[in-house]
């Protein structure tokens, strides 16, 4: 399971982190992230880390947006600073461990960034 938390109201230029804890599956090589969606808008990969420690980010939150990762407790952080208006989405962590078909997914939080 994955459990998701720290979205929330802030106002455009603050911060917030979210935080996407696993349990009960075992993590050896795996790529985890998170996907967000607005209304109206396709969904959109924010960022992902590997299980090698590599990050990836969406051009939009280059240089605002960090993902990092806690290994001792099977978690993945996604600090959000610099939060502008069109953040506004709710997030979706994920996990694909390789060798694996399903994705794994978190419940949604929901981030609202006001202007």
């Known amino acids: 399971q994955l459990q998701a938390c720290g979205g929330g109201l802030v106002q455009a230029g603050g911060s917030l982190r979210l935080s996407c804890a696993v349990s009960?599956?075992?993590?050896?090589?795996?790529?985890m992230g998170w996907y967000r969606q607005a209304p109206g808008k396709q969904r959109e990969l924010v960022a992902r880390i590997s299980s090698g420690g590599s990050t990836d980010y969406a051009d939009s939150v280059k240089g605002r947006f960090t993902i990092s990762r806690d290994n001792a407790k099977n978690t993945v952080y996604l600090q959000m600073n610099t939060l502008k208006p069109e953040d506004t989405a709710v997030y979706h962590c994920?996990?694909?461990?390789?060798?694996?078909?399903?994705?794994?997914w978190g419940q949604g939080t929901l981030v609202t960034v006001s202007s």
């Open positions: 009960g599956i075992t993590l050896s090589r795996y790529f």
């Open positions: 994920y996990l694909r461990v390789v060798g694996v078909v399903n994705t794994y």
